[in-house]
């Protein structure tokens, strides 16, 4: 089961749904966390456990060799991204520009651009009694995130079973990460908050998750403040809400110091009481 | 002509209220772009007339002609990104999954593939109430490219400013440390880091001033909610001083930000408590630290 936990609008309190309920889910049930925003990972800070493993993460970029190289010209006719620039006789590759798509080093006719590994990013896998919790960083200058955040499905797929409760912290936005992050979810949970801007991006958000003919539900956080425009919203759009984190600025403190929340505030703890049974339920269906 | 960022690494930092109070005590003299394309909320508070709008193309995805195509599988074969798959036994683009490349439509020895150009979202040119003109835009759902569409934002915003004499252009930056960000940054004369007193406030604030410094721009820092937490708030001063960022203004944590955002209004205007004070106090710094900067060139 594959839950994904994303928003339009940043700032809104995915990392803090995601780890408190993950962390809430591994009382009883074995859980994987796996934060994919990968530009500004910020779910460890949450949560700690011993290190199963650690890998270095790469993506793939021609390299020139000048010796072997006529030069015809083919590779920068055949890139659409710019990343290869032909100034007379030499070739020069932006390697951040690259998408990997191969096309100038296969193409080549003296096979002058052998793909080579460059750094994209750092995996890290963590397990503390039954949750286990992957995150992966991508480093600073790299410019497309949706790679990692593949390699990181690919990772998460290749060690942990289907049966097991999955929860994905998506990067915000509604743009190329966001659909990686979330293509492969059974179902979303969008978090928001009761404002105009809320509101203005939980739409955003609601109009993605249609498009990819997702399953979703709303979280409120900072229940409370604002205003009825967001509950007016997924009334009338039918739009199940499954749980409204009260906003209290004793939550906020607690998570300015990396803790988790749900332990120390009991009204907290039932709402997340009200997502583990959508869930449950969702997950029993679906395997019936 | 300078360009004016403001980004916060993390999400909800108060970015977009801090700079839309900017944008209203700039006024007629500054042009404003909103690049934060993905979630771009800077509308709701300065109402702008979207007088201006146009359709925004960037990039291309592949289209089979299933009249010429004859099942070889060769595009599948090379595509990189699982783009290509066999739906009801005819060879399928799934067009979230197509990066572009045009790697499939080169090699296809029937030519049954063509590259075709992507609506991927719209930009305006708009009049705010506060008299500025506004650059924004609204990107498709899951498109590519937000990168381009920032630079594009940004790129007219520039050429309002020339042309009308105006001497600051000031953007709202998106989250993260990625393709937008990096396209907000590129060309900017000076940041605004706006950040909060968070574990995850600081940790994205020293990601995000990471890639400022590869740009190696002068930059700035509002620590905003600053009272929530007032050890963190210290140790981010301590970071600010570290880095020589000009440590601007702290903010208290105040419910007057979401106050003013219900009713469509930027702090400034809403004018409770002394946000306002310290906010035209930082405006004020920020172009200061903006002129002594033209004046040693």
């Not at chain 1, 998408?99 to 793909?115: K, N």
């Not at chain 1, 009204?267 to 339920?281: A, F, G």
């Not at chain 2, 981010?236 to 960022?245: D, G, K």
Request: hydrophobic residues 35%; aromatic residues 6%.
């Amino acid at each position: 089961m594959k839950i994904a936990i994303a928003s339009g609008k940043g700032g809104t309190g995915k990392t803090t749904l995601a780890t408190n309920l993950a962390s809430y889910l591994a009382e009883k049930n074995k859980v994987v966390l796996v934060d994919l925003d990968v530009e500004e990972p910020n779910s460890g800070l949450f949560i700690t456990g011993k290190p199963v493993r650690t890998e270095t993460k790469y993506k793939m970029i021609p390299q020139w060799e000048q010796d072997k190289c006529t030069p015809c010209g083919l590779c920068q006719e055949v890139c659409n991204f710019n990343a290869i620039i032909q100034l007379s006789n030499q070739i020069m590759v932006f390697p951040e520009l690259c998408h990997s798509c191969f096309a100038c080093s296969e193409l080549c006719p003296t096979s002058a651009l052998p793909m080579i590994p460059q750094k994209m990013g750092v995996l890290k896998h963590l397990r503390q009694g039954k949750l286990s919790f992957v995150e992966n960083r991508l480093e600073i200058g790299q410019e497309h995130a949706v790679p990692l955040i593949s390699q990181t499905n690919e990772y998460v797929n290749k060690y942990f079973s289907d049966g097991l409760i999955k929860l994905y912290d998506a990067p915000p936005g509604t743009s190329c990460p966001v659909i990686e992050a979330t293509k492969e979810a059974d179902f979303v949970i969008l978090v928001t908050e009761p404002t105009p801007f809320g509101l203005h991006d939980l739409k955003l958000a609601v109009d993605t998750m249609k498009a990819l003919k997702k399953q979703f539900g709303v979280v409120i956080n900072r229940y409370g403040i604002g205003n009825d425009d967001v509950l007016d919203f997924c009334r009338k759009e039918n739009i199940p809400i499954l749980a409204k984190i009260p906003n209290d600025r004793r939550i906020a403190e607690l998570y300015s110091c990396g803790e988790l929340i749900y332990q120390k505030f009991p009204r907290v703890k039932e709402q997340l009481k009200n997502i583990e049974d959508y869930i449950l339920e969702l997950k029993n269906r679906a395997t019936q | 002509m300078k360009e004016i960022v403001v980004i916060s690494g993390k999400g909800g930092t108060g970015k977009t209220c801090i700079t839309a109070s900017f944008a209203y005590l700039g006024g007629k003299d500054i042009v404003v772009a909103d690049c934060d394309v993905d979630a771009a909320d800077m509308h709701l508070l300065l109402h702008p007339d979207f007088g201006k709008s146009e359709d925004f193309y960037s990039g291309v995805i592949a289209k089979i002609d299933q009249d010429k195509c004859t099942g070889c599988g060769e595009c599948a074969d090379v595509c990189r990104f699982n783009a290509i798959p066999v739906i009801d036994g005819q060879y399928t683009v799934k067009p979230l999954n197509c990066e572009g490349c045009g790697y499939c439509a080169r090699i296809c020895p029937t030519d049954a593939i063509t590259m075709e150009e992507q609506n991927v979202g719209e930009w305006y040119i708009s009049t705010t109430k506060a008299g500025n003109s506004m650059v924004h835009a609204r990107l498709g759902i899951g498109a590519e490219n937000s990168g381009k569409l920032v630079t594009k934002v940004k790129n007219i915003a520039k050429d309002i400013a020339e042309r009308t004499n105006k001497n600051y252009v000031l953007i709202d930056g998106s989250p993260g440390i990625g393709c937008p960000v990096v396209a907000s940054l590129s060309g900017a004369n000076f940041v605004v880091l706006i950040t909060e007193p968070t574990v995850s406030g600081l940790h994205d604030l020293k990601r995000v001033y990471q890639l400022v410094k590869k740009f190696n721009i002068k930059a700035g820092c509002i620590i905003n909610k600053s009272d929530l937490n007032p050890q963190l708030s210290d140790q981010i001063v301590e970071y600010l001083i570290n880095e020589s960022i000009v440590h601007i203004a702290s903010l208290p944590y105040d419910e007057t930000f979401t106050e003013a955002m219900t009713i469509g209004q930027t702090i400034v205007e809403y004018d409770k408590n002394n946000l306002k004070t310290i906010l035209t106090e930082s405006w004020e710094k920020i172009i200061q630290l903006n002129e002594n900067g033209r004046k040693t060139k």
